[in-house]
């Protein structure tokens, strides 16, 4: 079953009104992240605006159908942060319930996680 990464596209890191405002960080993130999982046969990526994690941009959620899923942030939006996102959603994958062993962490991810969110109960 295949992963996903939800990426926020309206994330803005601090200084961001410095840097000449044609992209937003969120955006340039998503389009890194979206290139790196190009040929994973069980990463898929999807843009939305705001995830309310704002003060910790740049934020993703990684997530699949039944398993538990997880929300990252304070990224920088540049390659080494794309390819370890996708690195970890490529783990979250191949994980029957969601989590990855800590020794097994792209070192891209440590320290940016936020929140996990339990999978709601199948219907009885
Ligand atoms: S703008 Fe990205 S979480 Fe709100």
Redesign the pocket.
């Known amino acids: 079953m295949a992963s996903w990464i939800t990426i ?5 890191r601090e200084g961001w009104e410095l840097t000449g405002m044609e992209q ?1 960080d ?1 955006e340039r993130l998503a389009a890194l992240i979206e290139a790196a999982a190009e040929g994973e046969a069980d990463v898929r990526t999807r843009r939305v ?6 003060e ?4 993703v959620i990684v997530q699949a159908q039944g398993k538990v899923g997880y929300s990252l ?1 304070r990224f920088e939006p540049d390659a080494d942060a794309a390819l370890a996102i996708v690195a970890y959603a490529r783990m979250h994958a191949q994980s029957e319930t969601g989590p990855v062993p800590f020794r097994e962490w792209p070192p891209g991810v440590k320290g940016h996680f936020v929140s996990r969110h339990l999978p709601v109960p199948a219907e009885q």
């Open positions: 926020c596209d309206t994330c803005k937003t969120g605006s705001c995830t309310m994690g704002c910790r941009a740049c934020n942030g």
